[in-house]
């Protein structure tokens, strides 16, 4: 059989139509892969493939290896095909963009159909929550978020929803609608693992905002100086705390008495930051009052602040390092508190889709 006989058009998709779909980002790794499924994938790839040894691929046992070139069989670029079975091959090739796009485009040249990587497995009949958490995973940032994500895709969620119908079945509403409170519950930060946290450092000009970002960072990310008025933009930092992802926010400090235009409109900008943060870090008290917002005293090292008698406030120094672990604990138990207040939470199935969520 030829692969024009069951290829075709990919507006009109026949049955048994050969799919191919590159598995790697572009141009991260060093290598790419790109996967052929579907009835006759291997006469497909051998009408490109030459392989070095003298068996054709047809005639390789399932997961052979196969080295050998690309379209032309002496100046073609060397790559690896790996056959699975007749039916699902890997072309593994050079990580960058056009090597794997020159693979591909030949593989369309003689009637396979591209597919993304996401349609891809779905055809191959990968169960929605499975293609959701590949794609989130994809997405993660910092080991919790991926380790969440891992035992959705090992399962944990579909266990937890087909559990949740068979109480169904058995007339239990009361446990079915328990174990689906916790699940919502669990979504709070499920719905939150492809997106980093968002942590904005707002306060009182010259209070020491950028210093504690560049201590939170880790080193010299924003600028410090004794001149007030110094930050002037927002100016985002990624890290992680604790397992977490944060984006961290440094912004123009406060003051009625503006210096100028530029300072005016990064005050105000730092404002608008503020109202859409996760967390608003208020530096040198004033401002707490909103649910998001937590106090930190700055400069302890010179002395008792004026905050020093509240409840609550956390004291820092960027030049001894007092208190900045303790900030940083804080903010995370503000961001999750989950982890503390209920911790088998998130250790067990958690939806991470709206679409989980709306079907919950
Ligand atoms: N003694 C002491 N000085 C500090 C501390 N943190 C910051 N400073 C000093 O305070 C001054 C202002 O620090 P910045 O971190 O630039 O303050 P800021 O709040 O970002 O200032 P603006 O961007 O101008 O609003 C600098 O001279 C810092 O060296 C601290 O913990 N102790
Ligand atoms: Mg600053």
Known sequence: MTVESFSGSSANRPVGFVRVALLTPPGRGALAVVAVAGDGAVDTIAQLFHPSGKFPLAERADGGIAFGRWGDPVGGEELVVVKRSDKSLEVHCHGGVAASEAVMRSLEAVGAVRQP???????????????????????AGGPK???????????????????????????????????????????????????????VVAGEVNAGKSSLVNALAGYARSIVSAEPGTTRDLLETRLVLDGWEIDLVDTAGLRDE?????????????????????????????????????????????????????????????????????????????????EHEEPTLLTGPVPFTERQMRLL
């Open 117 to 139: 990587w996401q349609e891809w497995l779905a055809a191959g009949g990968a169960p929605p929550i499975e293609i959701e958490a590949r794609e989130a995973l994809a997405k």
């Open 145 to 199: 978020a991926a380790r969440i994500l891992s035992r959705q895709l090992a399962g944990a969620l579909q266990a937890e929803l087909d559990h949740v119908a068979s109480l169904r079945r058995a007339g239990d509403e009361a446990a079915a609608g328990a174990v689906c409170d916790r699940l919502v519950r669990a979504g709070r930060v499920g719905l939150r693992l492809t997106r980093p946290w968002r942590v």
């Open 258 to 338: 503006a210096g100028g235009n530029v300072e005016r409109a990064g005050i105000e900008r730092a404002v608008a930051a503020a109202a859409d943060a996760d967390l608003v870090l208020r530096v040198g008290g004033g401002g707490v009052g909103d649910p998001r917002d937590l106090a930190v005293a700055t400069k302890c090292d010179l002395g008792p602040s004026g905050l020093r008698s509240e409840a609550g406030v956390i004291h820092t120094s960027t030049v001894t390092g007092a208190g900045i672990a303790e900030l940083a604990a804080a903010i995370v138990r503000r961001l999750v508190p989950e």
